[in-house]
């Protein structure tokens, strides 16, 4: 098993690169076997085709990236620490996989189904992630304790994906996906969202209204 898993994370490694360097349309089977000197029946034995690594690639990177999250929710000492470390992980992962999360496919009327997959995956893990968050800001009373945590969390990551899709939309015409003055600028945006979203969930002490 253990030599089945580094042989996976081999073929992952390989298809990320070729990801990378020539996008997913311009990627073969034939191809990401070669750069690893096996035969395409063997790279077929791990995986089905060619969307299905990709799929597998997108996993890794976001179960990588969001692991270190969830560990420092445990210790953090406030919801805006834990947003603004959160904001430095999702630019980070713009910039360096921006290719693998389709910013062209956005401009679209209708995104192909595996992109629509790709941001499924990365949705789910958001959710839970900033769930994890609100319950956090309940339990050192920076959150209204009635807050439901699964729900207000899930509203609000279609929110910031309506953001995404507007800000690829916006940029169709001239995106440069290196840009990072470009990136900041629609990262500010996600973080005066994010800044209003959570104070609208700030724990507020009942107002005494009795007459002195």
């Not at 692991?67 to 992962?93: F, G, H, P, W």
């Not at 790709?118 to 009635?146: H, P, S």
């Not at 800044?195 to 009942?206: D, H, K, Q, S």
């Amino acid at each position: 098993m253990a030599e089945q898993d580094q042989k996976r994370t081999l073929i992952l490694e390989a298809a990320l690169k070729r990801f990378k360097r020539f996008g997913l349309s311009k990627t073969t089977m034939e191809e990401i076997a070669r750069d690893l000197e096996i035969s395409k029946g063997s790279l077929y034995y791990y995986f089905s085709d060619k969307e299905s690594i990709y799929v597998a690639v997108v996993e890794r990177i976001i179960a990588d990236c969001f692991i270190d999250m969830s560990v420092y929710v445990e210790t953090a000492q406030s919801t805006t620490d834990i947003m603004n470390r959160y904001l430095e992980l999702k630019e980070k992962m713009l910039l360096e996989y921006h290719f693998l999360f389709g910013v062209n496919e956005w401009i679209k009327d209708v995104p192909s189904s595996l992109m629509r997959q790709t941001i499924e995956l990365l949705q789910q893990v958001e959710v839970a992630f900033i769930a994890a968050t609100i319950r956090k800001g309940i339990c050192l009373q920076e959150l209204n304790e009635d807050t439901d945590a699964d729900l207000t969390a899930q509203l609000l990551v279609n929110v910031l994906f309506g953001l995404w899709v507007i800000w690829c939309k916006w940029q169709a015409s001239g995106f440069d996906p290196h840009d990072r003055d470009g990136l900041r600028c629609f990262m500010d945006r996600e973080k005066q969202v994010l800044t209003i979203f959570f104070n609208g969930l700030r724990y507020r002490p009942a107002i005494s209204h009795e007459r002195h």
